[in-house]
Nanobody, 124 residues
Framework: QVQLAESGGGSVQAGGSLTLTCTVS?????MAWFRQVPGKEREGVATFTRTGIIYTESVKGRFTMSEDSDTNYTLYLQMNSLKPEDTAMYYCAAVDPVRRRCPLSTFSATYDYWGQGTQVTVSS
């Protein structure tokens, strides 16, 4: 079973940048970043799918998901031009590929494995 650990959250002023990191214990899963604010559904921010990375509309052009598999597998979320509405708990998520392909889904129910989350707070 894969284990995920996020880091890199914090408090930043609007317009600033943060880079979130997710350390993944085992390579070979389909990965994604989600975020959640209290009282709302968990939202897919960036997801690896069989057609490429899908970003939620509100972060397009500002957030970039990338991966590094040279040593241990690490997933990143580079967040630029942060806005107060980006304030949330951010989670790294993983799911087993099916027939070596990632699902075409940005829904949290698709993902089986989750990290503990890292808080991002953006002040105006």
């Amino acid at each position: 079973q894969v284990q995920l650990a996020e880091s890199g959250g914090g408090s930043v002023q609007a317009g600033g940048s943060l880079t979130l990191t997710c350390t993944v214990s085992t390579y070979g899963y389909c990965m994604a970043w989600f975020r959640q604010v209290p009282g709302k559904e968990r939202e897919g921010v960036a997801t690896f799918t069989r057609t490429g990375i899908i970003y939620t509309e509100s972060v397009k052009g500002r957030f970039t998901m990338s991966e590094d598999s040279d040593t241990n597998y690490t997933l990143y979320l580079q967040m630029n031009s942060l806005k107060p509405e980006d304030t949330a708990m951010y989670y790294c998520a993983a799911v087993d590929p099916v027939r070596r392909r990632c699902p075409l889904s940005t829904f949290s129910a698709t993902y089986d494995y989750w990290g503990q989350g890292t808080q991002v707070t953006v002040s105006s």
